[in-house]
């Protein structure tokens, strides 16, 4: 590892993950200190019950399934990005253990096979709707209502996905490489493996890292903290 | 009259005072309003004015951008430092507050843009902190402000006005016993220990319908001297209309009833029903409820008899915001409508989704709005104009000054009917 590489995708990585960590705690922390409205600030119909209150929580959080009859295309868009993005996380963590009941299921070329077009469709979707996020902006009402916060929190994801499709479609790096550097980092002593170190995707996969390490740090300071923060507000739905 | 000389007197608040106003109005829904909103504008179409003018300044998610520019420049911890990130802006910049006082009083608080919002944002409740702040810097509306004064003033001087109110209803209550044909018909006032405190309109066109249900009804029940429309709440001066508020439930604590009673006006139930204990930090003593509640609790209870299946022309209702997605009755008033009417025709969208009429949020009490909310009713007009109905039930006096409105401007040639004067003209006498 050069000396860009060790502080981009390594030690930046533990700094991220601090600022991320304290961040949201000081985040939440203003939230919860602060008094809730003496005022009930729900719609009606009201849910019958807590379990058909906490039903309609999940169901406001994950699908908000009446944002579709005002906007259909963005919500659409918002559906495919976020899932997908929950599930190409998801399927990072292949780099910390191997998925081993999928393996046993599908061998090892199946796994490999598995990976290369989940995570192909999945890399394809997200960059899509990261474009038609971006692209929204340019016209109005969009533009007008956009400050640079949103143009700086999607261009940081377009960078992001452009390189993670890099690395998913044309870089030669094994998943068994990745786990290598993913131990490396987790063990405290970043570094590249040979295989990884002698091709020039390395740098791809830096800049990838970098990128995602500015994103996390930017995290808790931003309107990203809807990822949470959208579980409380859409309780309040039902505060009547 | 004397708010003239208060507005002389006071000063514009600087600066300081003004995020004062924003500061102590924080709470935490508050700040999840303000720090959430991805300004994703899926709320574009959710809002009428919005819909039907293009115009950025009615699209919800700017409206509440103007209070979160002040919010990140001022309050937020990060917004304080990278102000630039977020478009941050001084409290006291002219624009931003001739922008805001546009957004904020031609909004008529509907609520909707909050149905369809993935984080159910609500723009109506950050309006009324902008509000405060508009009033704080002496730039709340003109006309709301004397409308909220004049009522303020009827409140400290009734004991001159009392007689005068009293004398205005003896001919309302000759009325009320002719049409019943009933002399011991009456409209009671200042009765002690009443069951019921009915809050009526000015005028007399929801207190002779409402007298002949309560006869009818046999309850025991007294007329409020007050009003129940508050344009303190509209002008967005929680103190004024907790002031204003105030005048009906000290006088139903001083006769002691276990009721009160809104009559068919929307916002003043949301004030008395969720507004009034958080401003005046204290538990009442007794229910409040809106009138179309308590009438169909009579028709169920067979206390009133409705002529069952009575007209044959196609009859619509309105869910006004207040009544419906802001309180939940969507099922009372179509129980007695649809029983009264063999053709009842819903409107599409309807219930939680249904379009606000336009006319909310005292906007029917500024001249200044009166093309703008006939303009952006348009959708409410083609929404009726569909139905293909004769007649138009809504309980919601807004709503029907509005409608009735529209009605002109739209040619839809349908009669506009209060919930009560649907009731009494359809009831076994």
Redo the contacts between chains.
């Keep these: 590892m050069n000396g860009f590489s060790f502080f981009a995708a390594g030690i930046l990585i533990y700094i991220a993950v601090i600022v991320f960590l304290a961040g949201m705690a000081?985040?939440v922390y203003?939230?919860?200190k602060?008094?809730?409205?003496?005022?009930?600030?729900g719609?009606?119909?009201?849910p019958k019950n807590k379990g058909a209150r906490f039903f309609k929580l999940l169901k406001?959080s994950f699908i908000?399934p009446?944002?579709i009859?005002?906007?259909p295309w963005?919500?659409i868009f918002?559906i495919l990005f976020h899932f997908s993005l929950a599930a190409v996380l998801l399927a990072h963590f292949r780099m910390v253990r191997e998925f081993t009941p999928l393996v046993d299921v599908l061998g090892k070329e199946g796994m490999e096979k598995l990976g290369a077009i989940a995570g192909g469709t999945m890399g394809t979707i997200l960059f899509i709707a990261i474009l038609f996020y971006i692209f929204r902006r340019f016209f109005?009402?969009?533009k007008?209502?956009?400050?640079?916060?949103?143009y700086?929190i999607v261009f940081l994801l377009i960078v992001i996905i452009a390189l993670g499709d890099h690395l998913r479609f044309f870089a030669k790096i094994s998943v068994s490489d990745y786990r290598a550097y993913f131990q490396s980092v987790l063990t405290f002593r970043p570094y590249f493996p040979e295989t990884i170190a002698a091709k020039g995707a390395k740098w791809v996969l830096t800049m990838h890292v970098f990128f995602v390490n500015l994103f996390v740090m930017y995290f808790p300071?931003?309107?990203l903290?809807?990822a949470i923060?959208?579980f409380?507000?859409?309780t309040?739905?039902s505060d009547? | 009259m004397m708010e003239n000389n208060t507005v002389i007197k006071k000063k514009t608040a600087g600066k300081e005072a003004l995020l004062g106003v924003l500061k102590s109005r924080i709470n935490r829904q508050f700040l999840f309003y303000l720090d959430l909103c991805a300004r994703c504008a899926i709320c574009r179409d959710a809002c009428h004015q919005y819909k039907v003018t293009k115009d950025i300044i009615y699209l919800p998610a700017y409206r509440a951008e103007l209070i979160r520019r002040i919010y990140k420049k001022n309050i937020s911890p990060f917004g304080k430092v990278f102000p630039r990130m977020f478009e941050g802006k001084e409290i006291d910049d002219e624009k931003l507050l001739e922008e805001l006082g546009k957004a904020t009083y031609a909004c008529t608080s509907c609520r909707r843009c909050m149905v369809y919002c993935p984080f159910s944002i609500d723009t109506a409740w950050v309006l009324s902190i902008a509000k405060e702040i508009l009033n704080a810097a002496q730039k709340g509306n003109t006309m709301l402000g004397e409308l909220a004064d004049a009522a303020i003033f009827k409140g400290e001087n009734i004991d001159m006005l009392k007689d005068i109110l009293k004398e205005t209803l003896k001919e309302t209550e000759a009325e009320l016993k002719e049409k019943l044909n009933d002399e011991n018909a009456s409209i009671p006032m200042e009765s002690q220990g009443a069951d019921f405190l009915y809050v009526a309109l000015a005028g007399t066109h929801t207190i002779l319908p409402a007298a002949m249900i309560f006869n009818k009804a046999k309850i025991n029940w007294t007329l409020s001297m007050f009003e129940a429309s508050n344009y303190g709440y509209f002008l967005g001066s929680s103190i004024k209309a907790k002031t204003i508020a105030g005048r009906i439930v000290d006088e139903a604590k001083r006769l002691e009833v276990k009721e009160i009673i809104i009559t068919e006006c929307g916002h003043a139930y949301r004030v008395m029903k969720f507004l009034y204990e958080a401003w005046a930090k204290e538990k009442l003593p007794f229910k409040i409820k809106g009138f179309v509640e308590l009438v169909t609790e009579f028709v169920k209870d067979g206390k009133v008899i409705l002529k069952e299946g009575n007209l044959r022309d196609p009859v619509t209702y309105h869910d006004p915001c207040q009544v419906g997605r802001n309180a939940g009755f969507y099922d009372e008033p179509r129980y007695i409508v649809k029983k009264i009417s063999t053709d009842f025709r819903d409107m599409t969208p309807n219930r939680e989704r249904n379009w606000c009429c336009g006319g909310g949020g005292g906007l029917v009490a500024m001249p200044e709005l009166e093309k703008f909310r006939i303009q952006t009713g348009k959708i409410k007009a083609d929404q009726i104009k569909h139905t293909g109905a004769k007649i138009l039930v809504t309980p919601c006096e807004n709503c029907r000054l509005q409608i009735g409105n529209l009605n002109e401007a739209y040619n839809l040639g349908i009669e506009i009917s209060s919930m009560m004067d649907f009731v009494v003209n359809n009831m076994v006498v």
């Design positions: 000081y985040q203003r939230w919860i602060t008094p809730r409205s003496s005022v009930m600030l719609i009606f119909p009201r406001d908000f009446h944002s009859e005002v906007d963005m919500w918002a109005s009402p969009y007008d209502l956009s400050v640079f916060e949103d700086f300071f931003s309107k903290t809807h923060g959208t409380a507000v859409n309040v739905r009547v």
